[in-house]
C-alpha cells in the first residue's frame, strides 16, 4: 500500500506560480527605476531588490505545507481531498505573493523617484505576506 503522498506538491507548485508572478512584477519595476535613475546620472538604490525579493517567501509556506500534509500520512482514499486542500491553500498564497509583487512594482517605483517612504512600503508588502502564512498556518492546524 502507499501511502504519504499528500497533495502531491500542489500546494508547492501553485505557490511557486505565484512567487515567479510577484517576483517578475516587481523585477520588471525595479529595473525600470534603475534605468531612470541611470538616465538621470542619480544612484540607483539597491534597497528595491528587497521588494523583488519578498514574494519568494511564498514558496516556501507551500514547501512546509505540502510537507505537512505528506507528512500527516493520511489515508490513500482522502488522496483527493489533500490535493484539493493543496489547490486552494496554493491558490491563496499564489495570490499573496502575486500582489506582494504588483505593491513591490509601485513600491519600488516611489522608492526611486522620491528616496523617501521605504518602511511604509515595506510594511504593506508585509501586510500582504501574512495573509500567505495565515493560509500556510491555518490549513496546517485544520489538519487532521
Given at each position: 500500500?502507499?501511502?504519504?503522498?499528500?497533495?502531491?506538491?500542489?500546494?508547492?507548485?501553485?505557490?511557486?506560480i505565484g512567487s515567479a508572478l510577484g517576483t517578475g512584477f516587481a523585477g520588471l519595476a525595479s529595473i525600470g527605476a534603475w534605468k531612470r535613475a541611470f538616465?538621470?546620472?542619480?544612484?540607483?538604490?539597491?534597497?528595491?531588490?528587497?521588494?523583488?525579493?519578498?514574494?519568494?517567501?511564498?514558496?516556501?509556506?507551500?514547501?512546509?505545507?505540502?510537507?505537512?500534509?505528506?507528512?500527516?500520512?493520511?489515508?490513500?482514499?482522502?488522496?483527493?481531498?489533500?490535493?484539493?486542500?493543496?489547490?486552494?491553500?496554493?491558490?491563496?498564497?499564489?495570490?499573496?505573493?502575486?500582489?506582494?509583487?504588483?505593491?513591490?512594482?509601485?513600491?519600488?517605483?516611489?522608492?526611486?523617484?522620491?528616496?523617501?517612504?521605504?518602511?511604509?512600503?515595506?510594511?504593506?508588502?508585509?501586510?500582504?505576506?501574512?495573509?500567505?502564512?495565515?493560509?500556510?498556518?491555518?490549513?496546517?492546524?485544520?489538519?487532521?
Amino acid at each position: 500500500m502507499v501511502s504519504g503522498l499528500g497533495d502531491m506538491s500542489i500546494s508547492l507548485a501553485v505557490a511557486a506560480i505565484g512567487s515567479a508572478l510577484g517576483t517578475g512584477f516587481a523585477g520588471l519595476a525595479s529595473i525600470g527605476a534603475w534605468k531612470r535613475a541611470f538616465s538621470q546620472n542619480k544612484a540607483a538604490p539597491f534597497i528595491l531588490i528587497a521588494f523583488v525579493g519578498a514574494p519568494l517567501s511564498q514558496t516556501i509556506y507551500g514547501m512546509i505545507l505540502r510537507n505537512a500534509i505528506q507528512g500527516a500520512d493520511l489515508p490513500p482514499e482522502s488522496y483527493l481531498y489533500q490535493m484539493i486542500i493543496g489547490l486552494f491553500a496554493g491558490i491563496a498564497m499564489a495570490m499573496s505573493a502575486f500582489m506582494q509583487g504588483k505593491a513591490g512594482a509601485k513600491a519600488a517605483d516611489a522608492l526611486a523617484e522620491t528616496g523617501k517612504g521605504f518602511g511604509n512600503y515595506i510594511m504593506v508588502v508585509g501586510v500582504i505576506e501574512t495573509v500567505a502564512l495565515f493560509v500556510m498556518v491555518f490549513t496546517m492546524t485544520a489538519l487532521p
